[in-house]
């Protein structure tokens, strides 16, 4: 029934967006200052151009693919992302969920307001995203819990050393910590689907929400003092820090938010298996490249690694784009969300579904039966 006429992506937006209020949908939705970068990632997929094949026989097409020597069968999956227990009921386990139907994974976020226990118990997430503290003890008690909890990728997200200037949130009143103003309430109140349905529900399940995951242990609860803007933020980390991790993680290890071929270079001597190249959706530096615009000399600087992608991918023609340019894998943020907030797991699965199916059409009228043969070097699968 909330699925109906939800044929795309920027559809699921739509549909949320009435029954969000205001501050959730913009803490999704919003970008950074003039929200150049957010434009930029999606004009520049815009702006690749595809060149069809045609007569080729595309009757067995594939979407299958192959992430450090383990299937997928798909070539895209959720990027991680905090609070979204507050926008969908049980937010972080509808999209794991919804992800794992569909037979691929979410990436729980170390700002999720759900205990990474559950979010793999749950949900089968084995991916988990960490903000990483700037101290060795604190670093060690994170990847003990990471790992006992059954996880065995570790996305390290390196381009928030200080949080991004949101003028969006703080205008909208979503400021950490939370404090309940008149602008809240009456969000809230003008929005019951989501104050019964999603809020309501959730402290009546769960309690209080509070970051569940931060530095091994449950953070302070979103209405704390206690609670600021640099909650996430980590400016004392550097490479010597991601040696540590690597030392003492013995799972895979994804480095998230390079955009410059110097850092992919510096996550392969580091022993990382994986990058994500990202601006973040847009949300850490106005003004940074585009992910889309970032991967060509990063692929070139780092032929052998496994390259991943986020920001700006709405449509299967993005996707192809992104693999086309270099990428092994795509990631989706913002629409995932949305889906789940107009129907849970159910939504999440739909989206991939639209998603999965957009990529296959657009496979055969490209004349590819993988969406990997859309590479000019014509490997015919992934690498990696
Ligand atoms: C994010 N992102 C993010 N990234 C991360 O490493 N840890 C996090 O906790 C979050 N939280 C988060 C919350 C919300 C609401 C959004 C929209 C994004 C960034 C995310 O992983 C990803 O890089 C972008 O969202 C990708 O861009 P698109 O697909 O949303 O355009």
């Not at 520049?44 to 069968?73: E, M, T, Y």
């Not at 006992?148 to 997200?157: N, P």
């Amino acid at each position: 029934r909330h699925l109906r006429g939800v044929l795309s992506l920027e559809d699921c937006e739509r549909r949320a967006r009435r029954r969000l209020p205001r501050f959730i949908h913009g803490y999704i939705a919003g970008g950074v200052e003039t929200n150049a970068s957010l434009q930029a990632n999606q004009d520049d997929f815009k702006a690749v151009p595809l060149v069809p094949r045609i007569l080729r026989d595309v009757s067995a097409r594939s979407l299958k693919s192959q992430l450090f020597g383990r299937p997928v069968a798909l070539p895209f999956g959720i990027a991680p992302m905090g609070f979204s227990a507050l926008a969908a009921f049980d937010g972080d386990v509808a999209l794991a969920r919804g992800a794992t139907a569909a037979g691929s994974f979410s990436i729980c976020s170390a700002a999720s307001l759900t205990p990474l226990e559950r979010v793999a118990a749950q949900g089968g997430s084995t991916w988990f995203q960490a903000y990483v503290p700037g101290d060795k003890a604190r670093i060690t008690a994170l990847l003990n819990r990471v790992a006992a909890a059954g996880f065995d990728h570790l996305v390290i997200t390196g381009d928030v050393p200080v949080a991004g200037n949101r003028e969006n949130n703080i205008r909208n009143g979503f400021d950490a910590p939370f404090s309940i103003t008149p602008q809240l309430l009456w969000q809230g109140a003008t929005h019951p689907r989501w104050t019964i349905g999603t809020l309501a529900r959730e402290i009546a399940t769960r309690g209080m929400p509070h970051f569940e995951n931060m530095e091994g242990k449950r953070g302070p609860p979103l209405f704390s003092r206690h609670l600021t803007r640099s909650t996430v933020a980590r400016d004392r980390l550097d490479w010597a820090h991601l040696a540590f991790i690597r030392d003492n993680w013995a799972g895979k290890l994804v480095l998230k938010g390079v955009l410059h071929p110097g850092d992919a270079l510096s996550a392969q001597d580091h022993g990382c298996d994986g990058i994500i190249v990202s601006n973040h959706g847009g949300r850490q530096l106005d003004g940074a490249l585009s992910a889309l615009a970032a991967l060509p000399a990063i692929r070139a600087a780092v032929p052998q690694m496994t390259v991943m992608i986020d920001g700006g991918i709405r449509r299967g023609t993005d996707v192809i784009k992104a693999i086309m340019l270099g990428a092994d894998f795509v990631f989706v943020g913002r629409p995932f969300l949305f889906a789940a907030a107009t129907d849970g797991e159910a939504g999440v699965l739909h989206a991939m579904r639209l998603l999965a199916a957009e990529i296959d059409r657009d496979m055969a009228m490209l004349g590819l039966s993988s969406p990997w043969q859309a590479r000019p070097s014509a490997a015919t699968d992934p690498v990696i």
